[in-house]
C-alpha cells in the first residue's frame, strides 16, 4: 500500500500545473524568458518566428480598412505620421501596440474616428478586423483587441487647414 501512496502522490504532482512566472503577462501565452514568441507547425521540421512588429502591422492595415477610421494613434504620434506621410515612408503599425505570446495575441488600438460614423460601430468593426487578419494572416489566436477613440474628426477640419495654407 505504501508503493500505491507514492505512485499516487507522484501523479498527483506531475498533474498540477506549474506556476506562471511573476514576468508573464496575463493576457497571452508567454514563452520562456530565454525564447522568443513562435508559431510552431507541428507537421514539418523547423520553427517560424513571427516578430511582435510584423503582428502590429497587420493589424495596422486591417484596421485602416474599416470605414470610419480616419487616423491612428494620438495628437503627437499623428504629427510625427504626418511628417513620416511627407516623405513617403509611412507607418503602418502607427497607433497599434500588441503582445505576442506562443499561440495568442492581444493588441491595443488607438483611433480616430470620422465625424458623423457611429463609434461603437468603427470600434466593433475594427475588432472585427484586425481579428481576422491576425487569426488569418498569423495564426494566433486573438485574445483581446482594444479600441481606443481619441478623437473625432470633422469635416470642417480639412476645409480649415486648406484655407490656412492658401493663406500663407
Known amino acids: 500500500m505504501a508503493t500505491n501512496e507514492t505512485n499516487?502522490?507522484?501523479?498527483?504532482e506531475?498533474?498540477?500545473?506549474?506556476?506562471?512566472s511573476a514576468?508573464?503577462?496575463p493576457r497571452v501565452d508567454r514563452a520562456p524568458v530565454d525564447a522568443k514568441p513562435v508559431?510552431?507547425?507541428s507537421s514539418t521540421n523547423g520553427r517560424t518566428t513571427i516578430a511582435d512588429g510584423v503582428v502590429?502591422?497587420?493589424a495596422g492595415i486591417a484596421a485602416r480598412e474599416v470605414p470610419g477610421v480616419h487616423a491612428?494613434?494620438?495628437s503627437g504620434a499623428r504629427a510625427l505620421g504626418a511628417l513620416r506621410d511627407a516623405v513617403n515612408a509611412t507607418d503602418l503599425s502607427q497607433g497599434v501596440k500588441v503582445e505576442v505570446g506562443e499561440t495568442q495575441a492581444a493588441a491595443d488600438i488607438t483611433i480616430v474616428v470620422d465625424?458623423?460614423?457611429?463609434?461603437?460601430?468603427?470600434?466593433?468593426?475594427v475588432r472585427r478586423a484586425v481579428t481576422d487578419a491576425i487569426q488569418t494572416l498569423v495564426g494566433l489566436e486573438v485574445v483581446e483587441v482594444n479600441v481606443e477613440v481619441n478623437?473625432?474628426?470633422l469635416p470642417s477640419d480639412d476645409h480649415e487647414s486648406d484655407d490656412e495654407s492658401r493663406v500663407s
Open 8 to 12: 499516487t502522490s507522484i501523479a498527483a
Open 14 to 20: 506531475a498533474a498540477t500545473p506549474t506556476p506562471r
Open 23 to 25: 514576468t508573464t503577462s
Open 39 to 41: 508559431n510552431t507547425d
Open 56 to 58: 502590429a502591422k497587420v
Open 72 to 74: 491612428f494613434g494620438g
Open 115 to 125: 465625424y458623423p460614423t457611429p463609434i461603437q460601430e468603427v470600434a466593433e468593426n
Open 151 to 153: 478623437d473625432v474628426h
